[in-house]
């Protein structure tokens, strides 16, 4: 029997099941956690601010976004320009002690945590639990029996020269200092073909010490469970899913919860190219020998019952966002720290977003003032409604997909005066160029249309009052290292004195 076919926004299958993938964008490295009836996870926003995506669910299957935990990355020094493949990385997150906690590792800087009362905050400042190069995947625990505190990290060779294992040190209960010079718990190394160690999640059950940690890489490696009866080891391990003879490559990294009722579940990444990390989830159990056992007898599964618990409405994070008030969604997010100014409050509808003039206007991947969201990975239109009131020769602004290589449309002031609608593009590595000839937008405004085919191939058209007509060659997205591809509005204007004017942006729709 052919199971019906999902939302376009969700894997809730409207009979008891679902089909992965729950979360179809780039959630990228998911943590989950259980308080109550309620589900949170968090996830890595890299670069972006504001970061740490806080998402809420009752079942499992169908999530919303509920806000962030930081609203700018820190050091702000180093990220008040786009750094799109750095910052926050493989967070985790948990509640101890009456409070929420979330740990990360900043491959260029060290491992961070902040905490709060409460998942809507108010979230401390971010602490600097340990500082230097390499540091990542940073998973605290708290042992309830003995009182002790722990944290795991692995590392970034990129950045130390140091790979595939983890370390463990002992940690002071308060999350702010660690008390001993740490210790390889695990050296990927030892075991006969594992490589690229990284993404620890430590637990506490029944007696043992639990650390789930995937290897082999995102685009084809595999999720590995390690336990023993000391925190210091020695850990024996066994590779607990793996892709198998299904379509989901590299099925690893993510977070294990267990619902009131006792069910236990496993919330994972698959790497998808252009459209970043989206996140499975799969039914976990304990064999005889008391390993987990992942998805379909270690294999994922692709339609599944949903968790014993209360039905839910379907749901998902939001992408439409008519920018009431000037006022825009949790959605959106700026490719570096914000500044004051970039966008304005106005009483009437629409996105006011200043033309903030700068020596590299003409490559997007520069600009710190673009404002994104997640590619969707699942076929899609979205549109949005521009209007160019800024006066200034040269200010610009529209809807781009953005990656290491990008393409937008939109609309542009010449040095006569007259606005133009414009499509141009960017390979991997090069200069902007036309992807079309500029033709004349008279009202200074247009509607923007990107349709997004199946392997993320997106065809521009844009409506200037005649209609709505295609634009330039098909253009395939691309993701940078480890960011998937972006939905992107931005504002600029060439360098210069005095204000450049602002752009407004209205009614940004995506439908499937």
């Known amino acids: 029997m052919t199971a019906p076919g999902p939302s376009p926004v969700t894997g809730d299958l409207g009979d008891g099941t679902y089909r992965n993938p729950v979360l179809a964008a780039d959630w990228s490295d998911p943590d989950v956690l259980r308080v109550g009836d309620d589900f949170y996870l968090t996830a890595s926003s890299f670069g972006r601010a504001p970061g740490l995506p806080l998402l809420h669910s009752r079942d499992l299957v169908n999530w919303t976004l509920i806000g962030h935990a930081v609203e700018r990355l820190e050091p702000a020094e180093a990220f008040a320009v786009p750094r799109h493949d750095c910052g926050i990385w493989a967070p985790s997150l948990r509640h101890h002690d009456g409070r929420f906690w979330i740990f990360w590792g900043d491959p260029d800087h060290g491992v961070f945590q902040i905490n709060a009362p409460a998942i809507r905050g108010p979230w401390t400042r971010p602490h600097l639990l340990k500082p230097g190069k390499g540091y990542i995947d940073a998973c605290p625990l708290w042992d309830e029996e003995t009182g002790a505190a722990y944290l795991v990290h692995a590392w970034a060779k990129s950045r130390s020269g140091v790979k595939n294992r983890v370390t463990g040190h002992l940690m002071s209960a308060d999350g702010r200092e660690l008390l001993d010079e740490g210790q390889v718990l695990i050296d990927g190394d030892r075991i006969p073909g594992w490589f690229t160690l990284e993404g620890p999640k430590i637990y506490r059950q029944d007696g043992w010490f639990w650390i789930l940690a995937p290897a082999g890489g995102v685009e084809t490696g595999w999720q590995g469970a390690f336990r023993a009866r000391r925190f210091h080891g020695p850990y024996e391990e066994r590779t607990v899913l793996q892709q198998g003879g299904t379509d989901v490559n590299g099925p690893h990294q993510g977070g294990w919860v267990r619902t009131a009722r006792g069910e236990d579940w496993f919330l994972h990444f698959q790497q998808r190219g252009p459209y970043g990390r989206v996140v499975h989830l799969q039914p976990m159990r304990w064999d005889a020998e008391g390993w987990p056992v992942l998805g379909d007898d270690g294999a994922p599964v692709d339609v599944h019952r949903k968790p014993v618990l209360p039905e839910q409405p379907r749901s998902a994070p939001a992408t439409d966002d008519d920018f009431p008030g000037g006022r825009y969604g949790r ?4 490719t ?7 966008a304005a409050s106005h009483s009437g509808d629409g996105l006011h977003l200043a033309c903030v003039r700068g020596p590299r206007a003409d490559d997007l991947r520069t600009l710190p003032h673009v404002f994104t969201q997640r590619l969707p990975l699942r076929p899609c239109v979205a549109e949005v409604g521009l209007t160019l009131p800024a006066q200034a020769p040269g200010a610009r602004a529209g809807f781009a997909v953005l990656g290491d290589a990008y393409s937008w449309i939109g609309l542009e002031r010449d040095t006569d005066g007259t606005v133009r609608l414009v499509h141009r593009f960017a390979e991997r590595g090069g ?5 079309e ?4 937008a008279p009202d200074g405004t247009a509607r923007l249309r990107v349709e997004v085919t199946a392997g993320a191939r ?4 844009a409506d200037t009052g005649d209609g709505f007509r295609p634009s330039g060659p098909v253009f395939a997205a691309t993701p940078w290292n480890w960011v998937g591809a972006l939905f992107g509005l931005f504002a600029a204007a060439p360098a210069g004195t005095g204000p450049a004017g602002t752009a407004l942006f209205t009614h940004f729709r995506i439908t499937h």
Do not use: I, L, M, S
Request: contains cysteine; glycine residues 4%; proline residues 12%.
């Open 431 to 435: 200069q902007e160029r036309d992807a």
């Open 331 to 334: 959605q959106w997010q700026w």
């Open 437 to 440: 000839r500029p033709r004349p």
């Open 458 to 461: 997106c065809r521009f058209h």
């Open 336 to 342: 570096a720290n914000p500044r004051d100014g970039w």
